[in-house]
């Protein structure tokens, strides 16, 4: 269930619009002061702030300054009576996500909280790196639970050739193809050397030993 804190000090309007976000099932926890709004981001973790900027002790504007220093993620919608451009401007200074004015329909802010959840959903989605085993093609980097591994590059090209045909056992000649093309002169006992260095910067054996053959991608590590 998504988490709201809202913050407004008519009680009228608070009343009103928390039940109308409630039944949209929103978690929603109201306050009517600038303080309790900081108190309760200290306590606890929230998707969504709707913040009037009238409010009594600490303004909406200053709530919205500690949330872009403690959680820049989080989405946060102005909502106020409040209509010049300067602190509109400085709202969106303070990367607010939308400014609604007041009055405003209920159900025409439920669709506006609708739209920036779902944007910012989408964007933390984008950002995750996968769990486990990752591999960034662009910048010859792996990555294990999002923690890069130290690999060379004969290492991490060696990985990926392993990655991309898992079901396929390779020998150290082909390998040695895919690795260094035709441009390597040596003891293809080279392979070996790598696959030990791989098996000791990963924390699970990701490359098996194909007895007779050479070396396959281990699924089940």
């Given at each position: 269930?998504?988490?709201?804190?809202?913050?407004?000090?008519?009680?009228?309007?608070?009343?009103?619009?928390?039940?109308?976000?409630?039944?949209?099932?929103?978690?929603?926890?109201?306050?009517?002061?600038?303080?309790?709004?900081?108190?309760?981001?200290?306590?606890?973790?929230?998707?969504?702030?709707?913040?009037?900027?009238?409010?009594?002790?600490?303004?909406?504007?200053?709530?919205?300054?500690?949330?872009?220093?403690?959680?820049?993620?989080?989405?946060?919608?102005?909502?106020?009576?409040?209509?010049?451009?300067?602190?509109?401007?400085?709202?969106?200074?303070?990367?607010?996500?939308?400014?609604?004015?007041?009055?405003?329909?209920?159900?025409?802010?439920?669709?506006?909280?609708?739209?920036?959840?779902?944007?910012?959903?989408?964007?933390?989605?984008?950002?995750?790196?996968?769990?486990?085993?990752?591999?960034?093609?662009?910048?010859?980097?792996?990555?294990?639970?999002?923690?890069?591994?130290?690999?060379?590059?004969?290492?991490?090209?060696?990985?990926?050739?392993?990655?991309?045909?898992?079901?396929?056992?390779?020998?150290?000649?082909?390998?040695?193809?895919?690795?260094?093309?035709?441009?390597?002169?040596?003891?293809?006992?080279?392979?070996?050397?790598?696959v030990k260095n791989i098996r000791k910067k990963l924390p699970r054996n990701f490359i098996k030993t194909i007895i007779g053959v050479g070396y396959q991608f281990n699924e089940e590590a």
């Open positions: 269930m998504v988490k709201v804190l809202f913050l407004e000090d008519e009680p009228t309007i608070l009343e009103v619009l928390t039940e109308y976000m409630k039944l949209q099932q929103y978690d929603v926890t109201s306050v009517r002061d600038g303080e309790a709004a900081i108190r309760l981001l200290k306590e606890q973790t929230f998707d969504l702030a709707v913040l009037d900027i009238m409010v009594p002790s600490r303004s909406g504007l200053e709530v919205l300054q500690h949330i872009r220093n403690s959680r820049p993620d989080m989405a946060v919608i102005m909502l106020t009576a409040i209509n010049d451009e300067p602190t509109q401007v400085k709202a969106f200074n303070l990367y607010a996500d939308d400014y609604v004015i007041k009055p405003v329909s209920p159900l025409i802010l439920l669709k506006r909280m609708e739209t920036i959840l779902r944007r910012t959903k989408s964007s933390e989605k984008k950002s995750e790196k996968p769990s486990g085993l990752y591999l960034n093609e662009d910048s010859y980097q792996a990555f294990y639970d999002n923690i890069p591994l130290q690999l060379t590059l004969s290492e991490f090209l060696l990985l990926q050739t392993l990655i991309k045909e898992p079901t396929r056992a390779f020998t150290r000649e082909q390998l040695i193809l895919r690795i260094f093309n035709e441009d390597y002169i040596g003891n293809d006992r080279i392979i070996d050397a790598h």
